[in-house]
């Protein structure tokens, strides 16, 4: 019988690597222990799991290693030697316990489970897939199996799949606000619903939160005056190396901290790294709130009298929607963190432009649209190389690339790029993938345009690359492939800032409209398409023909330089005059009321206690 519950942890580093598990059990046939035996075991793993819940995993790791070299058949000290090591990081020594437990247990669904999930987070989503699947064969009722299987066909590029994963998970658990989220991200990926139905799918899901959390919505004693000094919150799990840093950096560089102040909320549940540092020393105050639920959270915005909050995140990971349906702030926006609809009207505006959203793209929003001269800037990476020659000049032969998420490259985009590389012969395309480096995950993107007439031998498939290697990958890069209808955002800038011109097609959302939009934005339209055909075409010519690719090449960092992409200060002052007219909105529409106490600001502390 289990006596301790298990606690699956996700790592908080990388894999380390490690070719011996620890305490390795003997393969023999298990004989059942003594008395005494059974009472160490008892004693080490209870002193294990302490251990393992105060985070002291290399203490834990060993005393479940020693529990179960004893009773090499306990299952809690098996679970648990193979979790504290994921716990740890330890992927490969975590992969390696739990197939040796399930070598001593096999089929045991908690086992399966854990295999499942460390796989995931390996990078693995074929074999995730695999050992989930054996999961729900071993236990058909164990909840949130299809979401996770829903997740890693999500990598796999496999969408319909995916999305109906989601939806057994949603049919057992209707109430599961966070699933539906989820699989509202991902219908932007795969292109199997026209705008309009995945719009009513956000609007639908922000109505039944709204109406679930009603009343735990309060007024607000903010000060009312329209042209004092205003807090700004921004809430995010993203700040830290994540695509985030890049955008929100060059607003922070240039802010007015005097008039407006900026509060991070930092919901990630990740470590702080280099770049959450950098980050830190650019806003005015910082919270760290992962800890916290969306109660408390919309608690500690409304204690620091924040009069705008802006959520930077939308439906994707470890977002905070839940609070921003509490309405803490009598002002809240949403800005390119998500390019779609939150789906709540409690949040007032979404910040845009007009090359994003052009007039009529109200209909999709239930937001209102403020539009400011342009979206956002980009920081490029300080260690970026010199994009150096054209490949093709070396190679005799054009090298694409498609760099965004697989789970991007919908059905349309692959029978696109093998058109294109039927009607270019000779080039070469290069993919990134989650688990490229996996056999099972690079045969089946290889497959993908194998049965589309294309030999597997000019594509080349890898995966995901720490920053200072995906940079350098571009070098060996001509030209880029934007996925369509969900396009490139912070990828389609490190590509256009490595020399590579993208090719994209304009869509009619503003995800459709980012990559479109920047390349406008730089001075090279000529690779926008308006149809599938041209979009087509523009590759096809420039593979089978790439000489105009080399003047592109050279002149790209000037052009981004030269670009509002990099206009830091002209960026700040437009966001803070949108923050500004904001405010007077909410001012002027505010029913008036008696002054109060509550309307005298009251000092934030930097770092509350959570």
């Known amino acids: 019988m289990i006596r301790w519950p298990f606690r699956r942890k996700e790592p908080q580093s990388g894999p380390a690597t490690a070719p011996v598990v620890a305490g390795a059990v003997d393969a023999g046939p298990p004989s059942e222990p003594s008395r005494e035996a059974r009472e160490r075991v008892d004693a080490l793993v209870s002193r294990a799991q302490s251990l393992f819940d105060s985070k002291r995993h290399d203490a834990a790791i060993d005393a479940f290693d020693e529990a179960a070299t004893i009773d090499p058949a306990?299952?809690?000290?098996?679970?648990?030697?193979?979790?504290?090591?994921?716990?740890?990081?330890?992927?490969?020594?975590?992969?390696?316990?739990?197939?040796?437990?399930?070598?001593?247990?096999?089929?045991?669904?908690?086992?399966?489970?854990?295999?499942?999930?460390?796989?995931?987070?390996?990078?693995?989503?074929?074999?995730?897939?695999?050992?989930?699947?054996?999961?729900?064969?071993?236990?058909?009722?164990?909840?949130?199996?299809?979401?996770?299987?829903?997740?890693?066909?999500?990598?796999?590029?496999?969408?319909a799949e995916s999305i109906a994963a989601y939806e057994r998970?949603?049919?057992?658990?209707?109430?599961?606000?966070?699933?539906?989220?989820?699989?509202?991200?991902l219908l932007n990926h795969f292109g199997l619903y026209d705008r309009q139905r995945t719009f009513d799918e956000h609007r639908a899901w922000g109505a039944r939160l709204e109406a679930a959390l009603g009343p735990r919505r309060r007024p607000h004693y903010n000060d009312r005056s329209p042209d004092r000094r205003l807090r700004v919150g921004f809430v995010s799990p993203d700040l830290r190396n994540?695509?985030?840093?890049?955008?929100?950096?060059?607003?922070?560089?240039?802010?007015?901290?005097?008039?407006?102040?900026?509060?991070?909320f930092d919901v990630s549940p990740y470590a702080e790294d280099a770049v959450s540092q950098r980050l830190r020393g650019k806003f005015d105050h910082w919270y760290k709130c992962a800890s916290m639920n969306d109660d408390e959270l919309a608690d500690l915005v409304r204690g620091q009298r924040i009069d705008v909050l802006v959520d930077l995140a939308g439906h994707t990971g470890h977002h905070r929607l839940g609070a921003f349906a509490?309405?803490?702030?009598?002002?809240?926006?949403?800005?390119?963190?998500?390019?779609?609809?939150?789906?709540?009207?409690?949040?007032?505006?979404?910040?845009?432009?007009?090359?994003?959203?052009?007039?009529?793209?109200?209909?999709?929003?239930?937001?209102?649209?403020?539009?400011?001269?342009?979206?956002a800037c980009f920081t490029p990476d300080p260690s970026s190389p010199d994009p150096g020659p054209p490949p093709f000049e070396r190679h005799g032969?054009?090298?694409?690339?498609?760099?965004?998420?697989?789970?991007?490259?919908?059905?349309?985009?692959?029978?696109?790029?093998a058109s294109i590389l039927r009607d270019a012969p000779t080039a070469r395309l290069k993919v990134i993938a989650r688990g490229g480096d996996e056999p099972r995950v690079r045969d089946a993107v290889l497959g993908e345009f194998a049965h589309r007439g294309v030999d597997r031998g000019r594509i080349d498939v890898l995966p995901f690359l720490p920053m200072a290697e995906f940079l350098?990958?571009?070098?060996?890069?001509?030209?880029?492939?934007?996925?369509?209808?969900?396009?490139?955002?912070?990828?389609?800038?490190?590509?256009?800032?490595?020399?590579?011109p993208v090719v994209a097609l304009e869509g009619d959302s503003e995800l459709a409209r980012a990559t479109p939009a920047t390349l406008a934005g730089v001075g090279i339209p000529q690779f926008v398409a308006r149809d599938v055909d041209g979009y087509r075409r523009i590759a096809a010519e420039l593979a089978r023909d790439p000489a105009p690719l080399a003047d592109v090449r050279r002149s790209l960092r000037d052009r981004i330089r030269s670009s509002v992409a990099m206009d830091y200060t002209g960026l700040a002052r437009h966001i803070e005059a949108a923050f500004r007219g904001m405010w007077r909105d909410w001012c002027a529409s505010a029913p008036p009321r008696p002054p109060t106490p509550f309307d005298r600001a009251t000092p934030a502390p930097a770092e509350p206690a959570t």
């Open 74 to 159: 306990h299952l809690v000290a098996n679970y648990q030697r193979a979790n504290a090591r994921f716990a740890a990081g330890r992927l490969d020594e975590a992969r390696a316990a739990c197939d040796h437990a399930l070598e001593r247990l096999p089929g045991n669904a908690d086992l399966l489970l854990l295999a499942g999930a460390i796989a995931a987070a390996a990078h693995d989503p074929a074999g995730a897939i695999a050992r989930f699947g054996q999961a729900r064969a071993a236990r058909p009722d164990m909840p949130g199996l299809d979401a996770r299987i829903g997740e890693q066909l999500a990598f796999l590029g496999r969408g």
């Open 242 to 264: 994540h695509a985030i840093a890049y955008w929100l950096d060059g607003y922070l560089s240039a802010h007015d901290r005097e008039h407006f102040p900026a509060h991070a």
């Open 326 to 375: 509490r309405k803490p702030a009598p002002v809240q926006a949403s800005w390119f963190g998500y390019m779609n609809t939150s789906g709540l009207t409690t949040i007032d505006w979404r910040i845009t432009d007009a090359q994003h959203d052009p007039p009529g793209a109200e209909a999709y929003y239930t937001e209102k649209l403020w539009r400011v001269p342009f979206l």
């Open 472 to 500: 350098a990958f571009f070098r060996d890069v001509d030209l880029a492939l934007d996925p369509f209808p969900y396009g490139g955002g912070t990828t389609t800038l490190h590509t256009l800032w490595m020399g590579v």
């Open 397 to 417: 032969y054009v090298t694409c690339a498609s760099a965004n998420n697989w789970a991007k490259v919908s059905e349309g985009v692959k029978d696109a790029w």
């Open 169 to 185: 998970e949603i049919a057992r658990q209707p109430d599961n606000y966070p699933l539906q989220s989820s699989r509202l991200f």
